[in-house]
């Protein structure tokens, strides 16, 4: 079941790279015991959320 979802996004991040996607493959690299693979995801997801999230104002 595992091995059938892992195929699954790993297709949809080839056709259409995402942040969702990316963490739910990490969701799989976890249950598989693959933990450096998700480990790996988890970075690639957080660096494609890092260009897009707004910038805190510094107080004066």
């Not at 739910?24 to 249950?31: I, P, R, S, Y």
Request: glycine share 6%; aromatic share 4%; proline share 3%.
């Amino acid at each position: 079941l595992w091995g059938k979802a892992r195929g699954y996004l790993e297709a949809g991040i080839s056709a259409r790279d995402s942040v969702q996607a990316r963490l739910a493959l990490a969701k799989v690299f976890d249950e598989t015991g693959e933990k450096e693979k998700a480990e790996e995801q988890r970075k690639q997801a957080l660096s494609a959320t890092q260009n897009t999230m707004p910038v805190l104002a510094k107080q004066p």
